[in-house]
C-alpha cells in the first residue's frame, strides 16, 4: 500500500520561499512518476510539477516554471518542492501524487495515489 505524507507548508510573505516534502511508501523501484498539484477553494486541482522518478526528467506548469523546482531523493524515497519568490496565487493546499504507468503527467486522474495535502498561505 502506497502512503504519501506532505509537510513543509506555511504562512509567508510574498517574495519568500518555502520547501515541501513528500514522504513516500510502499512504492517499488519502478517506472512511476509523481507529481505536486495545488487546489484552492472554488477550483478544480491543478498541476505544478512532475517528475520521472528513475531518470528525474521533470515538467512544470507556465505559472511556477523558473520560480519552483522539483526533485526527489531515490535513497529516502523523499521528494521536494523548493519554492521561490512566492506570489499570493500561489496560496493553495499542495498535494502530493504518485502513479504508475504515467502517460500525461500534467493529468491529476494519472496519478492514483495522494496524499493528505499541506497548506500554502503567501500574503501580500
Same mark, same amino acid.
Given at each position: /500500500?502506497? /502512503? +504519501?505524507? #506532505? =509537510?513543509? !507548508?506555511?504562512?509567508?510573505?510574498? $517574495? $519568500?520561499?518555502? %520547501?515541501?516534502? @513528500?514522504?513516500? =511508501?510502499?512504492?517499488?523501484?519502478?517506472?512511476?512518476?509523481?507529481? *505536486?498539484?495545488?487546489?484552492?477553494?472554488?477550483? #478544480?486541482?491543478?498541476?505544478?510539477? !512532475?517528475?520521472? *522518478?528513475?531518470?528525474?526528467?521533470?515538467?512544470?506548469?507556465?505559472?511556477?516554471?523558473? %520560480?519552483?523546482?522539483?526533485?526527489?531523493? &531515490?535513497?529516502? &524515497?523523499?521528494?521536494? +518542492?523548493?519554492? &521561490? =519568490?512566492?506570489?499570493?496565487?500561489?496560496?493553495?493546499?499542495?498535494? @502530493?501524487?504518485? $502513479?504508475? !504507468?504515467?502517460?500525461?503527467? %500534467?493529468?491529476?486522474? #494519472?496519478? $492514483?495515489? *495522494?496524499? /493528505?495535502?499541506?497548506?500554502?498561505?503567501?500574503? =501580500?
Amino acid at each position: /500500500q502506497v /502512503q +504519501l505524507v #506532505e =509537510s513543509g !507548508g506555511g504562512l509567508v510573505k510574498a $517574495g $519568500g520561499s518555502l %520547501r515541501l516534502s @513528500c514522504a513516500a =511508501s510502499g512504492l517499488t523501484f519502478s517506472n512511476f512518476a509523481m507529481g *505536486w498539484f495545488r487546489q484552492t477553494p472554488g477550483k #478544480e486541482r491543478e498541476f505544478v510539477a !512532475g517528475i520521472r *522518478w528513475t531518470g528525474g526528467r521533470t515538467i512544470y506548469a507556465d505559472s511556477v516554471k523558473d %520560480r519552483f523546482t522539483i526533485s526527489r531523493d &531515490n535513497a529516502k &524515497n523523499i521528494m521536494y +518542492l523548493q519554492m &521561490n =519568490s512566492l506570489k499570493p496565487e500561489d496560496t493553495a493546499v499542495y498535494y @502530493c501524487a504518485a $502513479g504508475f !504507468g504515467v502517460g500525461n503527467p %500534467r493529468g491529476k486522474n #494519472e496519478y $492514483g495515489n *495522494w496524499g /493528505q495535502g499541506t497548506q500554502v498561505l503567501v500574503s =501580500s
